[in-house]
């Protein structure tokens, strides 16, 4: 593929993916690469109802295969939440540390063996020529009682993951990417553009 648009702002981000997509892609956008990109109001109900209507407008709007994703952690006895607002749980301008707090006290009185719970991340990958295909990944594991490790980000301090005696925060580099929801959807999409190899 000569050119894909990934719509986010996160340059950290198109780093990750200019690796993991090294040799598929020429150049890999940004949305920060276009004046007036779009930001879209992220108001599915399902990761992939956002990641799809990401990509939709990135795709609309640059003219460019696109790619978008939506993840989060979904909590069994929360009844999926956080979910789709896991960035936003505890309200606009939520940070990592009072989204912790929240779920910390959401779960105090859910017993240690009831806490399952999952990373789920969903890419949406859209053509100009109208192929939408989506790759699904997930990570299952318990929400801890209190916070352990310092690597990481979002809710990896209380995520202790299945297989493994830490959290994802304890976990390093190359462990977390050989198990986390968004490696195994990365891996899926690569997977899928050396068997298609569209735009070439």
Known sequence: MKELVVATRNRGK??????LLAGLVDRIRCATDFEYFPDTVEDGVTF?????????????????????DDSGLVVDALAGRPG???ARFAGEGATDATNNELLLNECQNIPGELRHAAFVCVLAFLTPEGTERLFTG?????ILSAARGEGGFGYDPLFLVDGFD???A?????????????AQAFRQFREYLEMVKPGR
């Not at 198109?14 to 690796?19: H, K, M, V």
């Not at 209507?53 to 295969?65: C, D, I, M, Q, Y």
């Not at 997930?138 to 318990?142: H, L, P, T």
């Open 84 to 86: 789709v607002y896991s």
């Open 48 to 68: 992939a109802d956002n990641a799809l209507k990401k990509a939709r407008e990135a795709v609309h709007f640059t003219g460019l295969p696109a790619l978008a």
């Open 170 to 182: 304890e976990l390093t580099l190359e462990e977390k990417n050989s198990v986390s929801h968004r």
């Open 166 to 168: 830490r959290s994802m």
């Open 14 to 19: 198109i780093i990750e993916i200019n690796a």
């Open 138 to 142: 997930k990570v299952s594991g318990r």
